[in-house]
């Protein structure tokens, strides 16, 4: 993470080229070029709660963008199930109504397949990057050092402990919204190799993933255009709604997922990178595992197996 820039990236100076302005791609006409946002300071740092908030205006991406992120998303998801399926069955005979009938080996389809569809969309956001920038990767989607890299190794800490307290608070909170049974997500909690394959994937994957699409791609388009508040609202109220197919409609627990989406971009908003909000991300889901872990006597009383 040190070797991240600062998030405060000043603008080019005259006659130099801006890194972040659209270039032709070859054999096209000329580029559109972005919108210039820095003219709006308000923007960059805005005011709530007596602390700084920022984004990046700079963004590459566009509203469209968006709308093609989760076509490719809803799509991409789709192709990749059924080519897992049709591989479980070439590679190890196992039928689709043999998958149907087996929780353990539906499960472990649905995961590797999510695994798979990870990595093809940051491909899609690399792609859509380099089309219109020369800028790196990572810090084009927020990915930035803290501003105070003289103790980044506390800093991460406090943010992973923070992720823990979240988890805490909003476990407590489900108490209250009532725990819905029969959620779709409730079928890869039924075997051991399942769950393991489940723990990998929440905790060594899907923060780093959901956070550069969220935080990194989302947010700033949203905040760029109708402002920090409301992007830092709207981004968390979307990562709600994208797990409420897993949790098949189980508004409470939607509702608890918004919190935690809000909670995260208002951390993302407030460091200014992206980092910031991982480290929540990583404590959360590290957290929940782990008490799931250890309340299952080592996953050797899991719940309907």
């Not at 040190?2 to 006409?29: C, K, M, V, W, Y």
């Not at 820095?38 to 968006?66: H, K, M, V, W």
């Not at 803290?146 to 800490?157: H, I, K, P, Q």
Request: hydrophobic fraction near 50%; charge should be positive; charged fraction near 10%.
């Amino acid at each position: 993470m040190n070797s991240f820039p600062p998030d405060n990236i000043p603008a080019p100076h005259e006659g130099q080229p801006d890194r972040f302005a659209a270039t032709p791609l070859p054999g096209a006409g000329p580029a559109e070029p972005l919108p210039e946002f820095s003219s709006r300071p308000e923007f960059e740092t805005q005011q709530l709660t007596g602390r700084p908030l920022r984004a990046n205006s700079r963004t590459p991406f566009r509203g469209i963008d968006l709308v093609y992120l989760v076509l490719f998303y809803f799509i991409a998801g789709g192709v990749l199930t059924v080519i897992v399926a049709a591989g479980a069955f070439v590679f190890f005979g196992i039928s689709p109504a043999a998958l149907r009938s087996s929780t353990a080996d539906w499960a472990s389809v649905l995961i590797i397949s999510q695994a798979l569809l990870s990595g093809a969309t940051l491909i899609f956001l690399y792609t859509v990057v380099r089309g219109r920038s020369a800028a790196p990767f990572w810090q084009t989607m927020g990915w930035r050092g803290f501003r105070n890299m003289a103790s980044s190794g506390s800093v991460m800490l406090r943010y992973v402990f923070g992720g823990f307290a979240l988890a805490v608070v909003v476990g407590w909170l489900g108490n209250f919204v009532g725990r819905e049974s029969g959620i779709p997500m409730e079928e890869l909690f039924r075997s051991r190799q399942s769950v393991l394959m489940l723990m990998a994937l929440g905790i060594l994957v899907a923060p780093v993933v959901e956070e550069t699409i969220f935080r990194g791609c989302i947010y700033p388009v949203i905040a760029r255009k109708f402002g920090i508040t409301t992007g830092i609202l709207a981004t968390g109220a979307l990562f709600g709604l994208a797990h409420a197919q897993q949790l098949g409609g189980a508004w409470g627990q939607i509702g608890l997922l918004v919190c935690v989406g809000i909670v995260l971009t208002y951390v993302r908003a407030r460091a200014g990178t992206v980092a910031a909000s991982y480290f929540v991300h990583l404590g959360y889901n590290t957290i929940l595992f782990a008490g799931f872990y250890i309340a299952t006597g080592g996953l050797r009383q899991l719940p309907g197996a």
